[in-house]
């Protein structure tokens, strides 16, 4: 019965990503139809993106598993079923590093210190995506963009910096989870909770210390992003609007800047147009991977499910 559960919910999730996926379809054919097969190389790419993301977290995930029974190829696929659930899903991008810290203690590695991995990647994440706008910024006034086109893009990006600092400040100076215990154990009660809270607490601020394996990771983060500029660089190639690479770094910091403060940026200054201007979105790079990495992992967990199931059936005698 579990089993076939399973089968459902595999069955389900299939369901759920093709809907999801099927509003792009039309922009994907289109998109091929004008840039040509070529354009497919940018899928195997890709891959450029979820390695560096994944040399940085295995660097974070070093004093958890000094044995080294997470290796890199194993890292590299949760790093890809990690970022297919924030994607694809509607897990309000948590999901993923819910799923990834599962995934990992398959290797034997522990919870909480897989969890603070996580957190700070995250926290790495935001401020990386910060110093990559505005070296797009940069780039813009370098290529001789006026005040007027920039400025409201600066504007929101000043505005909303003081987020990921001071969320960084709370995590490695406060205990962030023990006071989310105390204010839920009226609900749910004491026991294992505080000491599970007080363990990720310990291990978020032991991990938000670690600045030269921080400073490794933001690097490839930062490369990572920058990674994308190629994507752009490529496919303007391919529908007859060649650019340089200074103008395509710029266009993708640009877009990087756009996810973080579009809720501050008031209509009408033009830089949400630069947001367009993701081809690989648009071909349906991050779905396609997206849907490989999902099936992968539900295949996984049914297997490991199956596994179970046998192991607790009584052989016939």
């Given at each position: 019965m579990k089993l076939a559960a399973y089968i459902g919910g595999l069955i389900g999730l299939c369901?759920?990503?093709g809907?999801?996926?099927?509003?792009?379809?039309?922009a994907m054919l289109q998109t091929m139809l004008l840039a040509g097969w070529p354009l497919l190389w940018l899928i195997p790419f890709r891959a450029i993106f979820f390695l560096l993301f994944a040399l940085g977290w295995q660097g974070l995930l070093r004093p958890c598993d000094p044995a080294k029974r997470a290796g890199l190829g194993y890292v590299f696929w949760v790093t890809t079923v990690r970022d297919a659930i924030d994607r694809l899903l509607p897990v309000a991008s948590v999901g993923g590093g819910v799923a990834a810290v599962r995934l990992l203690r398959w290797r034997g590695l522990d919870a909480p210190a897989v969890g603070a991995t996580v957190i700070a990647e995250i926290l790495l994440g935001l401020i990386v995506t910060y110093l990559f706008a505005a070296t797009s910024l940069l780039l813009l006034i370098d290529l001789g963009a006026k005040?007027?086109?920039?400025?409201?893009?600066l504007w929101g990006l000043l505005a909303s910096l003081p987020v990921p600092i001071l969320t960084t400040l709370l995590f490695r100076h406060g205990s962030v989870f023990k006071r989310m215990q105390t204010w839920l154990r009226p609900l749910v009660g004491a026991g294992d909770l505080s000491q599970g809270a007080a363990d990720l607490d310990s291990e978020v601020q032991a991990t938000l210390g670690r600045l030269p394996a921080l400073t490794l990771a933001g690097a490839l983060q930062f490369a990572a992003m920058a990674s994308g500029a190629f994507e752009i660089w490529f496919a303007l190639r391919l529908f007859g609007h060649p650019i340089g690479a200074e103008a395509a770094l710029a266009l993708e910091g640009i877009n990087q800047a756009i996810r973080q403060?579009?809720?501050?940026?008031?209509?009408?200054?033009?830089?949400?147009?630069?947001?367009?201007?993701?081809?690989?979105?648009?071909?349906?790079?991050?779905?396609?991977?997206?849907?490989?990495?999902?099936?992968?992992?539900?295949?996984?967990?049914?297997?490991?499910l199956h596994g179970a199931t046998r192991a607790k059936t009584p052989s016939a005698s």
């Open positions: 369901l759920l990503v809907l999801m996926i099927r509003a792009d379809y039309s005040n007027h086109e920039y400025g409201g893009l403060v579009a809720f501050v940026i008031p209509a009408g200054l033009g830089v949400q147009e630069a947001g367009l201007v993701l081809f690989g979105h648009t071909l349906g790079i991050n779905s396609l991977w997206g849907v490989a990495s999902l099936l992968s992992w539900q295949w996984l967990e049914g297997r490991r």
